[in-house]
């Protein structure tokens, strides 16, 4: 009798650990689901997006695509092997910290005046869109209407440096890759957190003045309360531009009588292969009574391989706002930024620096 019932037992188990093998194949097979006939059940899952739509979407998700350079960036830090394309033709300055495998990417469309190419990006088929931006009463309406017109769920997410940890974490969801989501939702939220700890400890007579020269001739702005120069604001710094925030876009026009009279400490400046004036400044004459002229405190905005102040308003902001809080108060905001730009690349871009690229990158953006 005992024997039988060891010899029962011992069928029980090769049974269980039969199932326990199959199972174990089922998940190493890509994470689909197999049914008992081997063929793969086509199961959507629920994500909840940060405008609060419910939205299906398949358990696997090969392919992505994002409506603006915004969402693209966020794709291409968790993993660019699921990214379907680009926003716009990628720059020299851009294409150097990018893994070149990813530069023949198609450009698709959905930066500045250039229109998404629908067609084309249907012809991809792509998994899911991801549509991210400042989220307004019209956003839902615009995802709604894609969804429409392409037959593919899209994925609203919140472009607001506060709210960059949620995205991660969603978009980590959607892609199955909620491990490096993780990873840089809390490199963004220990980011914030640190920045806004320090950011009250700057007194009233301390504050910093500061100009943001940014088209062609410097000569265009944004002013406090802008999200396009919002980093100064979160830092402590006093943007001096009394100008009226210009809608979306921005880039309000000054004249060169106005800067004069705002006479500020300090000049960042769009860089020279993005078109601004940065070199100029040095050697026009109209800007040589300015105090930061003077002073040469002016610092060109690191643009490569995306801006690390204003557009687009992604992820790459967050080292944009440890770079400005160290340039203009490097005691309160006492960051290794050497340091901080290479942990950077290698986080978010799968890029690592070496010390020659990252001087070059720094050399007009930091006090040497």
């Known amino acids: 009798m005992f024997k039988r019932k060891v010899s029962l037992f011992i069928v029980i188990a090769i049974i269980l650990s039969m199932l326990v093998g199959c199972a174990d194949d089922t998940i190493k097979e890509n994470d689909n689901i197999i049914d008992e006939q081997g063929a793969e059940v086509k199961e959507d899952i629920e994500i909840e997006d940060m405008a609060g739509r419910i939205v299906l979407i398949p358990a696997k998700v090969d392919k992505a695509f994002s409506t603006s350079p915004t969402g693209t960036i966020l794709l291409y830090s968790l993993n660019p092997e699921k990214m379907l394309g680009w926003n716009y033709d990628l720059r020299e300055g851009e294409k150097r910290f990018i893994d070149e495998k990813y530069h023949s990417l198609p450009n698709l469309g959905g930066a500045g005046k250039n229109a998404i190419n629908i067609e084309e990006v249907l012809k991809l088929d792509p998994t899911v869109l991801i549509m991210m931006e400042e989220l307004d009463d019209g ?128 000049i960042i400046s769009w860089d020279d292969e993005r078109g601004g004036y940065y ?90």
């Open 279 to 368: 070199s100029e400044i040095f050697k026009d004459p109209a800007w040589q009574d300015i105090k930061a002229v003077r002073d040469k405190e002016i610092y060109e905005i690191p643009n490569s391989p995306f801006n690390w102040f204003d557009r687009p308003p992604s992820s790459n902001r967050i080292l944009g706002v440890k770079w400005i809080g160290n340039l203009l108060y490097p005691d309160a905001f006492d960051y290794n930024i050497k340091e901080e730009v290479k942990e950077f690349y290698d986080k978010f871009y799968h890029y690592q620096l070496n010390d020659e690229e990252l001087d070059d990158l720094l050399k007009n953006s930091i006090r040497h």
């Open 139 to 266: 956003s839902i309406s615009k995802a709604e209407e894609l969804e429409e017109q392409t037959g593919k769920p899209v994925i609203l997410l919140d472009s607001s440096l506060y709210r960059l940890e949620e995205a991660y974490n969603i978009l980590g969801k959607v892609l199955r890759e909620e491990e490096k989501a993780g990873e840089l939702a809390n490199y963004c939220r220990e980011t914030m957190e640190d920045i806004e700890k320090k950011a009250p400890k700057i007194k009233e007579e301390e504050k910093v003045r500061v100009y943001y020269a940014e088209g062609p001739n410097g000569l265009e702005t944004e002013p406090s309360g802008s999200w396009h120069a919002e980093t100064i604001d979160i830092v402590g710094g006093e943007n001096v531009a009394e100008v009226a925030i210009k809608g979306n876009k921005g880039k309000s026009e000054v004249s060169i009588e106005q800067l004069l009279k705002w006479n500020p400490d300090i």
